[in-house]
C-alpha cells in the first residue's frame, strides 16, 4: 500500500523526479529508455516550436482556435489572481505549472512516453491520445508553452503556503531541505483537522513521508503511520469534496502516468489496486478514522 500511494500522484512524482534532473542536465537531456520518438510525435513535438532560450515557442503557424484562445485567457485571469495575492490561485498555478514542467521543457519526449504507453495498453489508446492532446493544449497556454522553471513551481507553491494554504504548506514541508520539527508538524495537523480542507487532506496524502509521519505525535499519529496512510488520507479528501472525478487532474494524471484511461474516478483507480479483501477492509476503516478526525 505504500507503493500505491505513490502510484496515486506518480505523474507529478515524476514530474518533480524530471525538475532536479533535467535542470543539471538541461542542455544535454536524457533519451527515454523505449522506443524513440515516431514521425507523427516529432510532427506534434513541432506544432509549436521552442525557441533557443527559456522565453518560450514561437506561435504556431495554424491560427489559434476559440478553444486555444480559451485555455489562453484561463490561464491569465488564474496568474492574475495569484499575483492579486489570492492563495488558493497560488496553488492553483504551481500545480499547472507543475503538471506542464515536462511537456514545456521535453515535448517530443512526453509525446513519445505517451505513445509507449499506447502500445503497452492499445484498449486504452485513444483515450491517451485524447487526454495527452488536452494536456499539450492546456500547457501551451502556460506562458505561451515557456520552458518552466523549478524556482518558479516552488515560489508559487511557497507563496501559498506564506498566505495560509495548507494543502501548499504539505507541498512545502515535503520539499524543503531542512528537517521538520515536532512542534511545526503538530502545529498543521491542528490546522488541518480545525479547517476539514479537502484539498489539503489530499496534498497531504500525495505528501505524506515518513519524515513528517516520524515527527507527529498523538493524537495525529495513528492517523498518519502505517503503510495505508497516504492513500487513506488521499481517498478521504475524495469524500470530503475533492475534485477526484474521471476528468479530474488527478485521473487524468493517473491515465498519462501508467496508461489506465478507463474513465473511472480516482477512488474507483485506487480501490481497484487493492485486490485483497483485507486490505480493502483495513484501508477503509483508516478512511473513516481520518473523516471522523475532521468532521466539523
Known amino acids: 500500500?505504500?507503493?500505491l500511494a505513490k502510484l496515486?500522484?506518480?505523474?507529478?512524482?515524476?514530474?518533480?523526479?524530471a525538475v532536479a534532473f533535467a535542470w543539471r542536465h538541461f542542455t544535454a537531456?536524457?533519451?527515454?529508455?523505449?522506443?524513440p520518438p515516431t514521425a507523427a510525435a516529432r510532427s506534434l513535438a513541432n506544432d509549436t516550436p521552442s525557441t533557443s532560450g527559456s522565453q518560450g515557442r514561437t506561435s504556431s503557424a495554424t491560427p489559434p482556435t476559440s478553444t486555444n484562445v480559451d485555455a489562453v485567457a484561463a490561464f491569465e485571469a488564474l496568474k492574475q489572481r495569484a499575483k492579486d495575492g489570492d492563495a488558493v490561485s497560488q496553488r492553483?498555478?504551481?500545480q499547472t505549472y507543475e503538471a506542464c514542467f515536462l511537456p514545456n521543457l521535453q515535448r517530443a519526449h512526453f509525446i513519445s512516453s505517451i505513445q509507449y504507453l499506447q502500445k503497452v495498453n492499445p484498449d486504452q489508446a485513444a483515450e491517451l491520445e485524447r487526454v495527452m492532446r488536452l494536456r499539450l493544449q492546456k500547457c501551451d497556454a502556460v506562458d505561451g508553452g515557456a520552458i518552466?522553471?523549478?524556482?518558479?513551481?516552488?515560489?508559487?507553491y511557497a507563496q501559498a503556503a506564506a498566505n495560509g494554504d495548507l494543502a501548499s504548506r504539505a507541498v512545502a514541508f515535503a520539499r524543503q531541505p531542512r528537517p521538520l520539527d515536532t512542534a511545526t508538524v503538530?502545529?498543521?495537523?491542528?490546522?488541518?483537522?480545525e479547517s476539514g480542507d479537502p484539498a489539503a487532506m489530499y496534498s497531504l496524502g500525495n505528501t505524506l513521508g515518513e519524515r513528517f509521519a516520524s515527527n507527529v505525535r498523538e493524537p495525529y499519529a495513528s492517523l498518519v503511520t502505517g503503510k495505508n496512510a497516504g492513500t487513506a488520507w488521499a481517498l478521504a479528501a475524495c469524500r470530503m469534496g475533492y475534485d477526484c472525478g474521471p476528468d479530474s487532474i488527478a485521473a487524468t494524471d493517473f491515465c498519462l502516468s501508467i496508461g489506465r484511461c478507463q474513465g473511472e474516478s480516482v477512488e474507483a483507480l485506487m480501490v481497484?489496486?487493492?485486490?485483497?479483501?483485507?486490505?480493502?477492509?483495513?484501508l477503509e476503516q483508516e478512511i473513516q478514522q481520518i473523516l471522523d478526525a475532521t468532521a466539523p
Not at 518552466?148 to 508559487?156: F, R, T
Open 92 to 94: 492553483l498555478l504551481a
Open 8 to 17: 496515486f500522484i506518480i505523474f507529478t512524482a515524476l514530474l518533480a523526479l
Open 186 to 193: 503538530t502545529q498543521f495537523m491542528d490546522d488541518l483537522v
Open 272 to 282: 481497484a489496486m487493492v485486490p485483497a479483501d483485507q486490505d480493502r477492509a483495513a
Open 148 to 156: 518552466i522553471p523549478m524556482q518558479l513551481i516552488n515560489g508559487w
Open 29 to 35: 537531456p536524457a533519451k527515454p529508455d523505449h522506443n
Open 1 to 3: 500500500m505504500r507503493t
